[in-house]
């Protein structure tokens, strides 16, 4: 890891730390914890009144998230899910409450601190089928093809090495696991630059993908059916987005690549018989390539 990249991890890991301490030793109000301070796109405010109350106090005023994962993870009774960059546990002790005790909910976070007010806030509300690891979102701590379904709450923006997270990701799935995460996600014409005068990195703009970028990362890990979903705007040209994507089965896998391998190869052309189609070979027309094939597809 490049010296830049360590220093933003560890500004990362600080701020992070010091929302842990703030709420589970500073900040208190009258009634309960004081919630961590953030504007109306982030927080325990873009979470149903309902879940927030089933909790405790001190995990709803440490959520820094863009959405609720919960509401489009589509978790199952039994289900093996992992949160990533569990911070307080939120979205790890709403999890465990959908899959109930057949099924388990992990969370994994890099900072003490947040861990210590996870396992404080597991306790408090008594769920028992639920663990939270240590370690970082790059080299996630679970043996390959474990977990049905990774969720996450802005956190994977905050990475300084995503395609690290979609692999690890698409390892510890299994196949046919789902990913449904909530990240800031940036409209496809803003450059780097762009995206770091709209907020700071820490803050959760500056790192963001952008739709694109987003969409070439989840497929170079081997993920398919993806889907992202701008559901609210954070900054100019930046959104909270929904994103879900498929590990496929081995068979669908293999289908796929088979259909890719057929449509390059039919008639020595891409995208054959379509409007789109052309030739694979350089000085070559369509139709002689066709004819060089011997496809009987000339249209």
Request: net charge negative.
């Amino acid at each position: 890891m490049s010296e830049q990249n360590t220093d933003l991890r560890e500004t990362v890991r600080r701020r992070y730390a010091a929302a842990a301490v703030q709420v589970t030793e500073g900040g208190t109000a009258c009634c309960g914890p004081q919630a961590i301070e953030v504007d109306e796109n982030f927080g325990s405010t873009l979470y149903a009144a309902d879940e927030r109350e089933a909790l405790p106090a001190e995990a709803v005023a440490a959520s820094l998230g863009c959405g609720n994962p919960i509401a489009v993870a589509e978790l199952h009774e039994g289900d093996r899910v992992l949160d990533l960059g569990s911070g307080g546990g939120i979205d790890v002790l709403l999890s465990a409450r959908r899959v109930g005790p057949t099924g388990k909910a992990y969370g994994l976070d890099m900072t003490e601190e947040m861990l210590a007010l996870a396992l404080a806030n597991q306790r408090k509300a008594g769920a028992t089928n639920v663990e939270f690891l240590k370690g970082t979102i790059e080299a996630i701590p679970l043996p390959a093809d474990t977990i049905d379904v990774v969720i996450s709450n802005c956190v994977i923006n905050l990475s300084t090495d995503k395609p690290a997270v979609f692999a690890e990701t698409f390892r510890i799935l299994t196949p046919g696991g789902r990913l449904g995460v909530f990240d800031v996600v940036a409209d496809d014409e803003l450059t780097p630059a762009q995206r770091a005068e709209r907020g700071d990195y820490v803050g959760c703009v500056a790192g963001a993908l952008s739709f694109a970028e987003y969409r070439a990362g989840l497929e170079a890990a081997g993920f398919t059916d993806i889907d992202i979903t701008p559901t609210h705007t954070v900054a100019d040209g930046m959104h909270s987005a929904i994103v879900r994507a498929i590990k496929p089965t081995t068979a669908t896998q293999q289908a796929a690549e088979q259909t890719d391998a057929s449509a390059e190869a039919c008639c020595g052309v891409t995208a054959c018989c379509t409007p789109a189609e052309q030739t694979t070979t350089p000085g070559i027309t369509v139709g002689e390539a066709k004819t060089a094939s011997g496809c009987a597809c000339t249209n």
